[in-house]
C-alpha cells in the first residue's frame, strides 16, 4: 500500500514522510487534481491524506468524482483546519483529523485505519522528539 498525499504545504509533507517512514509505506504526493485522480484509479492500493486547503479549491464536478472514489476504497483521512469542521468538502473521508496536529497523533489515526496496534511499537519506533516540534502557523 502508498500513502498519497493532496497537499500543497511543503510543511505537512514533510512531517508525513516521516509518518509514513514510520509505517514503512511509500509516499507520494500531488499538487495537482488531475494527477491524483489519474493515479488513484490506476492502483487501488492506497492510502489517501488530503488536505482541506487542496480541497476548497476543487470543483463541484472534481469534488463528486473524488467523492466517488475514495467511497470504493474506504482509506482515507482528511487534514481540516478550525472552523471547516462542516465544510461539505470533508464528506466522505473516512477519518479527519484536525490541523495542527503532531506527528505522534498522525501517526496513531493511520495505524488505527491501517489495523496496527499502537502497542505493538518498539521504543526505538517512536518518532523523534526533534520532529514532534514542528511548529506552524495554520491560522
Same mark, same amino acid.
Given at each position: 500500500?502508498?500513502?498519497?498525499?493532496?497537499?500543497?504545504?511543503?510543511?505537512?509533507?514533510?512531517?508525513?514522510?516521516?509518518?509514513?517512514?514510520?509505517?514503512?509505506?511509500?509516499?507520494?504526493?500531488?499538487?495537482?487534481?488531475?494527477? @491524483?485522480?489519474?493515479?488513484?484509479? %490506476?492502483?487501488?492500493?492506497?492510502? !489517501?491524506?488530503?488536505?482541506?486547503?487542496? $480541497? #476548497?479549491?476543487?470543483?463541484?464536478?472534481?469534488?463528486?468524482?473524488?467523492?466517488?472514489?475514495?467511497?470504493?476504497?474506504?482509506?482515507?483521512?482528511?487534514?481540516?483546519?478550525?472552523?471547516?469542521?462542516?465544510?461539505?468538502?470533508?464528506?466522505?473521508?473516512?477519518?479527519?483529523?484536525?490541523?495542527?496536529? @503532531?506527528?505522534?497523533?498522525?501517526? %496513531?489515526?493511520?495505524?488505527?485505519? !491501517?489495523?496496527?496496534?499502537?502497542?505493538? $511499537? #518498539?521504543?526505538?519506533?517512536?518518532?523523534?522528539?526533534?520532529?514532534?516540534?514542528?511548529?506552524?502557523?495554520?491560522?
Amino acid at each position: 500500500m502508498k500513502m498519497i498525499l493532496f497537499n500543497q504545504n511543503p510543511m505537512i509533507a514533510k512531517l508525513l514522510e516521516s509518518v509514513s517512514k514510520k509505517l514503512e509505506l511509500s509516499i507520494e504526493n500531488f499538487n495537482h487534481y488531475q494527477e @491524483l485522480s489519474a493515479h488513484l484509479k %490506476k492502483d487501488p492500493e492506497w492510502l !489517501l491524506i488530503a488536505d482541506d486547503e487542496c $480541497l #476548497e479549491k476543487l470543483d463541484q464536478v472534481d469534488w463528486l468524482e473524488l467523492k466517488e472514489i475514495i467511497s470504493q476504497n474506504k482509506n482515507s483521512v482528511c487534514m481540516y483546519k478550525k472552523g471547516n469542521e462542516m465544510q461539505p468538502f470533508l464528506e466522505g473521508f473516512e477519518m479527519k483529523i484536525k490541523k495542527p496536529f @503532531l506527528p505522534t497523533e498522525m501517526l %496513531k489515526v493511520l495505524q488505527k485505519k !491501517l489495523g496496527s496496534n499502537t502497542s505493538e $511499537l #518498539e521504543p526505538s519506533q517512536n518518532l523523534d522528539p526533534t520532529q514532534e516540534v514542528l511548529e506552524t502557523n495554520w491560522d
